[in-house]
C-alpha cells in the first residue's frame, strides 16, 4: 500500500478536504477508502504515517462508536473493517457522494460558461 498516497495533502480525500485534517478523521477516512479490506493497527498507523500514541489516542473511540470492527482474528492480531451498516459511516459515506455530485454539478456549469461541449455518459 503506497504510504505517500494518505500522507500527501494533494491526495486529501474530499472528506478530510471539507471536513479537517484530524487524526480521528483521517483513520475513518483511511478506513472508508478500503471498504472492502481489513487492517491490524499497525497496518493502519504504518499507511497513515502517524504515531502510535496518537493513533491509539482516537482509535479507541472509533472502535466504541462501532465505526469499525474486528473482522477476523490472525494470532493474537485483530484484523478491523470499516462497518459500512454503521449510521455514522452510512452518512459520511452519503456526505462523500453528495459532495461529489455537487463538485460534478460545478465543474459542467463552469465548462457550459467556457462553451466546451459537455459529454454524457452514453455519448
Known amino acids: 500500500m503506497p504510504e505517500e498516497f494518505y500522507m500527501k495533502k494533494e491526495y486529501q480525500s474530499l472528506l478530510l478536504k471539507t471536513l479537517g485534517d484530524s487524526p480521528k478523521l483521517r483513520i475513518v477516512d483511511f478506513f472508508l477508502d478500503n471498504p472492502l479490506f481489513d487492517f491490524t493497527k499497525k497496518e493502519v498507523i504504518e499507511a497513515l504515517g502517524m504515531?502510535?500514541?496518537?493513533?491509539?489516542k482516537y482509535f479507541k473511540d472509533i472502535e466504541e462508536y462501532?465505526?469499525?470492527?474486528?473482522?477476523?482474528?490472525?494470532?493474537?492480531?485483530?484484523?478491523?473493517?470499516i462497518n459500512l451498516e454503521n449510521p455514522m459511516v452510512k452518512m459520511l459515506n452519503e456526505y462523500t457522494m453528495q459532495l461529489s455530485l455537487q463538485i460534478v454539478e460545478q465543474e459542467k456549469s463552469k465548462m457550459q460558461e467556457q462553451k466546451i461541449p459537455v459529454r454524457g455518459p452514453k455519448d
Open 66 to 81: 462501532g465505526i469499525v470492527s474486528v473482522s477476523r482474528r490472525i494470532g493474537k492480531a485483530k484484523l478491523y473493517k
Open 51 to 56: 504515531s502510535k500514541p496518537t493513533f491509539y
